[in-house]
T-cell receptor, first 113, second 111 residues
Framework: GAGVSQSPRYKVAKRGQDVALRCDPISGHVSLFWYQQALGQGPEFLTYFQNEAQLDKSGLPSDRFFAERPEGSVSTLKIQRTQQEDSAVYLC???????????FGDGTRLSIL | AQSVSQHNHHVILSEAASLELGCNYSYGGTVNLFWYVQYPGQHLQLLLK??????LVKGIKGFEAEFIKSKFSFNLRKPSVQWSDTAEYFCAVKDGQNFVFGPGTRLSVLP
């Protein structure tokens, strides 16, 4: 499709497991963002990529969170040793450039039991 | 650090009523302002944006927003809502490098 694609849509994991969330941005979009949206809250910034370079990871809540975009297109957000507080919707967005409006994917709803 | 507040957590209106959703940000200077909408079960979509120029911005589906710099506000308006406007609305501010989103306002329009 033409939009931002995220997979899986839903992920349930036991506390302590590692999870990997995938984002396929719109083709040609240089900028890619990850957000965390807790229940009843607005999206909170996690990290930003320009092509393959991770230029800002100031929003990552702990060193258990790791993101990569090795070829400047698909990105993966990995969470190690998951905790219950990691339960949230993880949104990916892409844009032609950082200043341009972002196109959001449907998100991955992560539930940690 | 920049913060964004939205005045109402949940707004309930009847069809044809007028809508105004409040949005205030904390830090002045040059900002870009956005309203996003998230329909039930769907992803966030851009409603409208303000970068510069006319502070009254027209968006899709009959929405508009007015940037009032002196009040640090960017309120969203629609003269007559429809049942299909039922959704969650997020105000966002781009201040320097990153987007900061408000907590969202849920709008329920009763048929």
């Amino acid at each position: 499709g033409a939009g931002v694609s995220q997979s899986p849509r839903y992920k349930v994991a036991k506390r302590g497991q590692d999870v990997a969330l995938r984002c396929d941005p719109i083709s040609g979009h240089v900028s890619l963002f990850w957000y965390q949206q807790a229940l009843g809250q607005g999206p909170e910034f996690l990290t930003y990529f320009q092509n393959e370079a991770q230029l800002d990871k100031s929003g990552l809540p702990s060193d258990r969170f790791f993101a990569e975009r090795p070829e400047g297109s698909v990105s993966t957000l990995k969470i190690q040793r998951t905790q219950q507080e990691d339960s949230a919707v993880y949104l990916c967005a892409s844009s032609l450039a950082r200043i341009q409006p972002q196109h959001f994917g449907d998100g991955t709803r992560l539930s940690i039991l | 650090a920049q913060s964004v507040s939205q005045h109402n957590h949940h707004v309930i209106l009847s069809e044809a009523a007028s809508l105004e959703l409040g949005c205030n940000y904390s830090y002045g200077g040059t900002v870009n302002l956005f309203w996003y909408v998230q329909y039930p079960g769907q992803h966030l979509q851009l409603l409208l944006k303000y970068f510069s120029g006319d502070p009254l911005v027209k968006g899709i589906k009959g929405f508009e927003a007015e940037f009032i710099k002196s009040k640090f506000s960017f309120n969203l308006r629609k003269p007559s809502v429809q049942w299909s406007d039922t959704a969650e609305y997020f105000c966002a501010v781009k201040d320097g490098q990153n987007f900061v989103f408000g907590p969202g306002t849920r709008l329920s329009v009763l048929p």
